[in-house]
């Protein structure tokens, strides 16, 4: 465990559910981690897992109703995110705690042009005149990678490529120099050389500004490019916890072992790939005992009735599973 000095954010048992007309929705579940300064916590898992849940249960912005975060704590400079007033609140979004959502496309508003959108920011945060802001804007572009930023700036979104319009997030995102950046599937629709160039401009940004990554994808080759942590989420659920290296080399949960062995593999001879069988439960009608037991080539009698809880397991790595506790997983 991190020397306490060292974490910049800690989450403690978040708890997050949505009232649907088909029942009770239970996204995040006991969920539990900490972010150190300059350190990249991987968040990893198939969609509908709970990852971007637990990214907007940070900044508080789980729409309330048809929402509803029922327990649990987020510190974050000695506060708790989750009891302190929505004014407070305002003032750490966008400028201690940042996030570069997953779409673009959609999280840019389209009849405003990217200066405004970036200087509303720093005026906001930094009481700049519109004069700086729209400067200090200009300086963002240039300093995220985008060519002709003084004529960007005044550039509406769909006039940008789908790679620029995500330089254009992450300047927003980073235009106050936040302690922790959330980084929901930053790499998502764009291409493979796009996102090379993005992941190295984050590892840029983070070593200007020692920010706390919290990255979530689902792509395991970008997690082992980004991060140096990784949680693997299942039905709102950590499974598995681990150093990048360590789950790389021996991955423990099951859910885990067929995430990694679904990867593509240009060595390889056989041309079809490994799959996880099934898929994700409706998150209304979860398994009983554990959730991932329908899926599981090893589950057990135990691991149908009786729902295993997240223990640590050698060397400070956590897994959730009865079969790594019997051994059977073991090398």
Known sequence: MAAKEDVILEAKEIRVQFNSIDGLVRAVNDVSFELKKGETLGVVGESGCGKSVTAMTILRIVPIPPGEITSGEI???????????????????????????????????????????????????????????????????????????????????????????QRAMIAMALACNPRVLIADEPTTALD????????????????????????ITHDLGVIAEMADRVIVMYTGHIVEEAAVEDLFETPLHPYTIGLMNSKPDLYLEEKRLNVVRGSVPNLTDVPPGCSFHPRCDYATEQCRHEKPSLTEYKSKRKVRCWVVDEGMLDD
């Open 192 to 215: 493979v050389t796009i996102q090379a160039q993005i992941m190295e401009l984050m590892k840029k940004l983070q070593a200007d500004f020692n920010s706390g990554i919290l990255f």
């Open 75 to 165: 510190f974050f400079q000695g506060q708790d995110l989750l009891k302190i007033s929505e004014d407070k609140m305002r003032k750490i979004r966008g400028d201690d705690i940042s996030m570069i959502f997953q779409e673009p496309m959609t999280s840019l508003n389209p009849v405003f042009t990217i200066g405004f959108q970036l200087s509303e920011i720093l005026k906001l945060h930094r009481n700049m005149s519109t004069k700086e802001a729209l400067k200090e804007s200009t300086a963002m572009l240039k300093y995220c990678g985008i060519p002709r930023a003084e004529e960007v700036v005044n550039e509406y979104p769909f006039a940008l490529s789908g790679g620029m319009k």
